[in-house]
């Protein structure tokens, strides 16, 4: 009955002019920042954060939360349609989705992405409302030693990220763990492979890499090959996913629900992860593995299902614990603040307006963000006709844009060409970039957790094995890794016995 | 053609030349345009909140817009060496805290700049730093967690924010004030810090008020001794380190403004009385304290005292710990 309360009590607070209005601006303007490469949700909310002062608390809320959510809807489009993830969270999307354009099927690929996200949106929404309290109890129990149980089974899906050589992904996957250890070491602070630099000592940025990796390595690929725009040729066949393609999707879309609104919900997790762990885990479970990485529409269904409910699901820590699970929830956290509203247990007693009317909010942005999406696909398909000669320079420009909107550091566009040209090689020679990203997210962390796990227990690593969550968290990564290495030797047994009844 | 060729090269010269060697004849009173406001700090902590809270009375009393600028890295060394070598014009100045011109200068071998590259404008806020627990720890008072952690010399852990942040400079100070041994686990801020004392993964933390208010206003964490002069009207039930005879044993974050340190004394003047208008403004009292911060308006001699105590204090700590080398 509370529920229900609170529910029209909410909406009736998101339905208001101005925060309707607050909603559409914010997935709008998400949607636009998600499709443009580089410039992401962090970057945007930080600078429309001053325009928010002449409006109320819950409308800015309202749409700076929209924002967040839009980009992920957006995200997903320029990864589809020119392999270059519009935002970090897309970068999986990459792998199949322009597989997909490449095929002729960009629109099924972006109509399930809108639709997939829809879905995982609404889960999320509801999840929140039924579930944040419970939710929030079991997130705190996640410590450091959990957390680093949970990165370590992060590691085993390095590769799955591949439809190429493992040995090449788990090369990448060093060298991104490598990568992560640039800068002040988390626990000393003392510096690491900065020589010197102010800036290093904030490590490599994730932007720079991801839009270096991706984009500047496709724009300089596609350079190098001489334009020959494949897409063009391709049919479009057809903008809506068939049945076919649904059948396919259902399953991934809610696994990637639940797994991104889960691991949304944990501290550090972000967006990101989710979308790595929801491809590994469909290309695990797939009776085809080995479509994957050749237009699978469960590989894009998947990953922007979880990104999305992702979202969600880091709201719970911020609404109910006023605390950010990371960067984009900080600068959430700070319009909060500016407002002089503090998230946390008594937001839901002293500003009911705000909590069910961002809630509520969620659930009308992410309606308008497919009815805005669905139409818009076809517009989307159109860009593939713009000739490269214009829609490089205009990749390039966002890139550039994107990367020193996020950090004001000239160096940061530096970093992004630099990996631009690492990427190119890397493309060249036939190594991929996601294992790299994933390990680069997950080491510095991983490293960070496991550090802390034993600062608590003076250095005895039994902490791992006395706490619930982190032993079965571990276990089940040795497992996962274990498993190819004991099945397939009993498979090849098996297959060399002839068969009785055949003989 | 040409002559109008070298009347802009000319005008182009007088333009960029410094303005001690060629005094501009178009001097207007200060200031004349925007003033930019370097925040060292990404959008949404505690320095960003605080100056964005007070932009608008601020932009106000000194008649012109207040630009704010984020540049974050190297825990604000990156911002603030920019300020540190800006033209002292009075149009680049920082939006900081106290413990980028102390703590990272005295941590950090890579910053070079030092306290005299900056002329003080004035400080204006504190974000309190406190010592918590979560509600029902065994001990309800900071000397019954005193007298445990004596007992059990280095098996007690504790939380902070971080090295090098005022938090874990509390816990190192609270520990060479009553001659404790406790164990460090650093987390990545005060939010992190926030949910290991909640999920029960440290027993004690430190970390800034701003972040952990919600929580301690629900009853769900318990603040032990704060950093404050005097006791705050949010948690006055809460002592201070000072009530405790421990006055020079905790680190507030101040919430100051600097100017590069060439900066001409009417500037600066102009400045720091436009900043003490704006900090006696109630309704910038009233929005400090819902976001969680406290006024604490001192002039530039004021600051400038009390910093160079911190200095004293955090460096001699920082060379005792072996930090920055």
Known sequence: MDLLHGLAYGLSVSLQPPNLTACFVGVFVGTLIGVLPGIGPVATMSLLLPITFAMSPTASIIMMAGIYYGAMYGGSTTSILVNIPGEAASVVTCIDG???????????????????????????????????????????????????????????????????????????????????????????????????????????GLVPIIMGLFGISEVLLNIGQGVKQEVFDTRIKGLMPSREDW????????????????????????????????????????????????????????????NNAATGGSMIPLLTLGFAPN?????????????????????????????WGVITSMYVGNLMLLVLNL?????????????????????????????????????????????????????R?????????????????????????????????????????????????????ALPVIVSPVRRLLRTVPPDDTA | MRRSLLVAAALLTLAVAPP????????????????????????????????????????????????????????GAVGMDGVAKARPDGYTLAATVRSTLTILPATQPDVTYKISDFAVIGSYAIDSGVILVKAGAPWKTLEEFVDHARKNPGSVTYGSAGLGTNSYFNMELLQQAYGLTLSHVPFSGSGPVKNALLGGHVPIGAAALSAVLSVVRSGDLVVLATSASKRLPVIASAPTMTEKGQPDASLSTWMELYAPAKTPKPIVDRLSAALEKTMRDPDVIAAIDKAGLTVEYRD???????????NAVVTRLARKLNLGR
């Open chain 1, 429 to 481: 020679f036939g190594f991929e970039a996601a294992p790299l990203v994933l390990a680069f997210v997950l080491g510095r962390m991983a490293e960070e957790s496991i550090r802390q796990s034993l600062l608590m227990s003076n250095g005895r690593f039994s902490i791992l094995m006395t706490r619930p969550i982190a032993t079965v968290l571990i276990a089940a990564a040795l497992i996962v890794v």
């Open chain 1, 247 to 306: 059948r396919r999707s259902a399953g991934p879309i809610a696994r990637g629900s639940v797994l991104g609104f889960l691991l949304g919900i944990l501290p550090g997790i972000g967006a990101i992860i989710p979308t790595f762990v929801s491809y590994a885990l469909e290309k695990r479970i797939a009776r085809q593995p080995e479509r994957f990485g050749k237009g699978a529409i469960e590989g894009v269904a998947g990953p922007e299902a979880a």
């Open chain 1, 327 to 355: 960067v984009v929830m900080a600068v959430l956290l700070g319009a909060f603040l500016i407002h002089g509203v503090q998230p946390g247990p008594l937001l839901i007693k002293e500003h009911p307006e705000i909590f």
């Open chain 1, 98 to 204: 322009y597989q997909m354009a490449r095929q002729g099927r960009a629109g099924p690929a972006l109509g399930i992405s809108a639709l997939g996200s829809f879905i995982a949106g609404t889960f999320s929404v509801l999840g929140i409302m039924l579930l944040a309290p419970p939710l929030t109890s079991v997130a705190l129990r996640f410590g450091p030693p959990e957390i680093f149980g949970l990165l370590l089974l992060g590691f085993t899906m390095v590769t799955y990220l591949t439809a190429g050589s493992k040995l090449k992904a788990v090369a990448m996957a060093l060298l991104g763990m490598l990568l992560g250890t640039v800068g002040l070491d988390p626990i000393a602070a003392s510096p690491r492979f900065t020589y010197g630099s102010v800036t290093l000592g904030d490590g490599l």
């Open chain 1, 375 to 427: 139409p818009l696909i076809g517009l989307w398909v159109q860009l593939l006709r713009v000739p490269y000669g214009i829609l490089f320079p205009l990749i390039l420009l966002f890139c550039v844009i994107g990367v020193y909107s996020e950090s004001a550091n000239v160096w940061d566009i530096v970093v992004m060409l630099a990996f631009g040209v690492i990427g190119l090689l890397m493309k």
């Open chain 2, 300 to 310: 530039p001699a004021a600051t400038l005292t009390l910093v160079e105590r911190e």
């Open chain 2, 20 to 75: 001690a060697v060629v005094p501009r004849a178009w001097a207007q009173p200060y200031p004349a345009r925007p003033i930019q406001f370097i925040v060292p700090f990404a959008t949404g902590g505690p320095t960003d909140t605080a100056i964005r809270v007070i932009q608008p009375q601020l932009a106000a009393s000194l008649g012109v817009p207040v630009v704010l600028v984020n540049k974050p890295g190297g825990g």
